[in-house]
């Protein structure tokens, strides 16, 4: 079962096409064509020499031994020509275990690097249907089990193979007669090795499971101990792992009693196969005068014989096992990535003293963004009838229309595109939303917001407010309707152009490893240290970032554990700042903070949004109050929307909200 706590170990998981897996899983070792071709001929030498070695062993016996022997100098040289070879065959070995090694890490650098840049390129709705915990297990549990793969695996499985036909094939050689009691016995020894493996994997599997069981507890239970201990339910948490403790114990009991007795059955089987095949040789070499180190070497091949098949069954089920955690690799990897067919991108610009805008020239930060339009884009620029510009262009309905510009335009005739300043003028027109096809979240909404303006959206939890930000920057896209951004269909404008012109500071904070320093730079990675001062003071998060042991320098870990929540949220107000973008989404982004800290950020709050285009989602209706309009949505409808004492004078639902009278769910 694939999952964080599922890999396959000792379990026997069969792969859905095998031969497509590993055409395409050797593409990342076939790159080092020189190097694979060396350890393949370092197997070859390998399994000769081991042969060849022990071959050696008759003419030295024949000659030298059974015959008496005087020629003590041939002796010694024979013997150190043995030596030699078994020492062709160690270096053989060593060379193409070293070269195994690292091809086998290369290949499975590349094949993370390569997962983890695809993930960057799914959208946010595959994480949604994907947990985190089961793609977390492609990088580790499957990745490491495809390196074992590269690493022995593959090596072994191809030397067992080689090893088992050369023995087989000098055991024919030396006397077939004697071959066919060995061949009794190996047909005895792969039965048993099929039967107890058969068993052995299906208990693995059963072990697997129930790991996996034991782990998901472990860590639900670490994640809740404050939870567990608040109900004191201590004894039912013993309770439950120990059941899932021994019926881990029964299954990994059981698997590794079957996979331990294999080695047992078949060595006791190989002695059988040695003394039978001692006793047949002894009869052929008094009846028929089969030479003694024939014998000798024959039974030396007969103890051997035996080891090939054993290995090959280990190493098929670990291969098998890799092979489809590679699948599991292959299937996010073959995931189609993220549309963008945006040609609209975000370009510095700057303005002259006449309000003339063009692309900007100077070092530093630019003061002003501008929009670089292709001529090609399929949007034209017109005239507006009430004056100044606008953008001309299908609407869904099929019908042109003017969506006028309210910043500075630049349009040359030499030039292949229009540049229009970026203000952060966004609108809604009948937008339709769905997660799920057919359970429709958003039904028809439309809203504006000019630039400059504060948008606040209140209602039920679940009623789709935070599916409304989320549209914007284009996280999901929508079934009907269209969204604006400075008159241009977000749709037209590059994914990395639209979200780099947005900030956010979401409900549920998220800071990285690193120091407090590192985690507002987030916001902007070329962001001075003053400016993430600057921009920690706007926030109210300058104060007890002083307090804390090592200032700015502070360590955060483990997604911020050693701040508070409210903390973690100033956090990520600061972060926001200092990003400095025109449009701001804030959704609850004070749902953590106390009474008197809200009201001390709330200063830097105003600071931050001024000048610019803001969303806030809020349940504490006292932080929209000078919202430029209130949006009230509930089922994913606008029922109400107004300023704030227009929405009191109308005595609906925000009335009742904002009096008490129904309470937010």
Known sequence: MPGPHHAPKGGFVKPKNMGKTVSRLLGYLTRSKLPLLFVFLCLLVSVLSNLGGSYMMRNIINDFVWSGCTDFAGLGLSILKMIGIFLVGCLATYGQSATMVRLGEKGINRLRQELFDKLQDLPLSYFDQHPHGELMSRFTNDADNVLTALEQSVVSMFFSCLMFVGLVGLMLFINWKLFLVTAVILAVTMQVFKALGSRSRRFYQEQQSALGAVNGEIQEVIEGLKVVKAFTHEEEAKAKFQTLNETYRDAAQKANFFAGVIMPVAGNLMNISYALTAAFGGLISILQGFDLGGLVVYLNYSKQVGQPLNQISQQMTALLSAMAGAERIFEVMDTAPEVDQGVITLVPAEKNANGELSVYSGGGRPRTWAWRVPKTCGL??????????????????????????????????????????????????????????????????????????????????????????????????????????????????????????????????????????????????????????AAAKSANAHSFIRRLPQGYDTPVTSDGANLSQGQRQLLAIARAAVADPPVMILDEATSSIDTRTEALIQQGMDMLMEGRTVFVIAHRLSTVRNANCIVVIEHGEIEEKGGHQELLDHQGRYYRLYTGQFQLS
């Open 380 to 533: 034209d620029l017109a005239e507006h009838p009430e004056g100044g510009w606008a953008w001309k262009y299908p609407d869904p309905d099929g019908e042109t229309g003017l969506h006028p510009i309210r910043g500075a335009v630049r349009s040359v005739p030499s030039e292949d595109f229009w540049l229009t300043e970026l203000r952060g003028a966004v609108r809604f027109s009948h937008v339709d939303f769905s997660y799920v096809p057919g359970k429709r979240i958003l039904k028809d909404v439309t809203v504006y917001a000019n630039p400059g303006q504060k948008i606040a959206f209140v209602g039920s939890t679940g009623a789709g407010k935070t599916t409304i930000t989320n549209l914007i920057n284009r996280f999901y896209e929508i079934e009907g309707g269209i969204i604006t951004y400075d008159g241009i269909p977000v749709t037209a404008i590059r994914k990395d152009s639209l979200r780099r012109s947005l900030g956010a500071v979401l409900q549920d904070t998220h800071l990285f490893t690193g120091t407090i320093m590192d985690n507002i730079r987030y916001g902007r990675l070329d962001a001075t240290d003053e400016e993430c001062i």
